[in-house]
């Protein structure tokens, strides 16, 4: 059975993008991008939203850009082997290859999706991951924390949600990225609750 996995690059303060919806202060240099390469060799799916869908589909030409380096390169040819599914109620059309559009996001769907593929699967993006965090079917948070405090912004964990997990794995970086890599503990049942609690 795949894996449901969750990972992004967040600031210290728990944000995948600042109050300006600016992120350029997680751009991974060569040794976090090879990291994050060799952690997403397994992976076979990647599910987006559209805006994370606009902004991954660069990946689709990168390879083609002269000079480009060898762990550039590397990733865009993985992310263009790799199916994309984008759930957006407004893309009329995907502009990769291996892509296609579903209108609603649909639990069971991505449960079958995990029961069939032979590849683990990652979900990207807060809101959809925040979808796929409260079904209880994410099995593994990848958080590639950068130095920086951001204030504010799009959190990586959606607000209510309660979780117990197990450190899997903990990788510091010499630029003073740490990549945290956790598993959901056996038995954790997926708590939420109202703002107001």
């Not at 060799?38 to 689709?60: A, H, I, K, P, Q």
């Not at 002269?66 to 082997?81: N, T, V």
């Not at 809101?127 to 409260?134: G, N, P, W, Y």
Request: hydrophobic fraction near 40%.
């Amino acid at each position: 059975m795949a894996k449901l996995i969750y990972g992004m690059m967040m600031s210290l303060d728990g944000y995948i993008e600042d109050a300006r919806g600016s992120f350029g202060w997680a751009a991974p240099d060569e040794r976090v991008h090879s990291y994050i390469n060799e952690l997403d060799s397994s992976v076979g799916t990647f599910l987006y939203g559209r805006r994370m869908y606009e902004t991954m589909v660069y990946w689709e030409t990168a390879d083609a850009i002269p000079d480009q380096p060898p762990f550039i390169r590397d990733w865009a040819r993985h992310w263009k082997s790799a199916e994309k599914i984008v759930y957006s109620r407004t893309l009329a059309a995907p502009r990769s290859a291996r892509t296609r559009i579903e209108r609603a996001f649909d639990g069971e769907a991505v449960r079958r999706l995990k029961a069939e593929s032979p590849h683990d699967i990652t979900v990207s993006g807060p809101k959809l991951a925040s979808e796929a965090i409260r079904l209880g079917l994410v099995d593994e948070f990848l958080m590639i924390v950068c130095p920086a405090i951001v204030g504010g912004g799009k959190r990586f964990f959606p607000v209510g949600v309660e979780l117990n997990l197990d450190l899997m794995e903990e990788r510091r970086f010499d630029n003073g990225v740490v990549v945290l890599r956790y598993t959901r503990s056996l038995g954790d049942k997926t708590q939420t609750r109202s703002l107001s609690s």
